[in-house]
């Protein structure tokens, strides 16, 4: 079995190439219900408003998403782990248009439950840089 440092680098990896391809539920199935995000100029919010963030506008075809995440550092402690990444978030509106990118870092704290690792608190600190 892969350690558990390895398990949350797969994490990271699966949500990555989850959000390019558009899979939101498997990325939702990569966190805990109570999960807690939190985000520079808006309140906390939890799974379900992360979940309508990835509704594209009025039911039409959603935006262009890549990134790339630079894992920083991992330290598992029991049940629980913390991950420092260096991210980098590019947005592109559907039939083109200008791309949007962010990069900043972002702090996540993992909990393992029922022997699966899943984010349970997420502080992003992504800013907008020029394309």
Do not use: Y
Not at 15 to 32: H, N, P, R
Not at 94 to 115: D, I, N, W
């Amino acid at each position: 079995m892969a350690s558990d440092e390895q398990q949350i680098r797969d994490l990271i990896a699966t949500w990555m190439v989850a959000t390019k391809a558009g899979d939101t539920e498997t990325v939702l199935s990569l966190m805990t219900d109570d999960v807690v995000f939190l985000v520079t100029g808006a309140p906390p919010f939890g799974k379900q408003k992360f979940a309508e963030t990835q509704k594209p506008p009025g039911g039409g075809p959603r935006p262009k998403f890549d990134g790339r995440s630079e894992i920083q550092e991992v330290r598992v402690l029991g049940d629980w782990a913390f991950v420092w990444t260096r991210l980098t978030v590019e947005v592109t509106p559907p039939g083109g248009g200008e791309t949007h990118k962010r990069a900043g870092h972002t702090l996540s704290v993992m909990q393992k439950v029922g022997g699966r690792w899943l984010l349970a608190r997420d502080a992003n600190m992504l800013t907008p840089v020029q394309v």
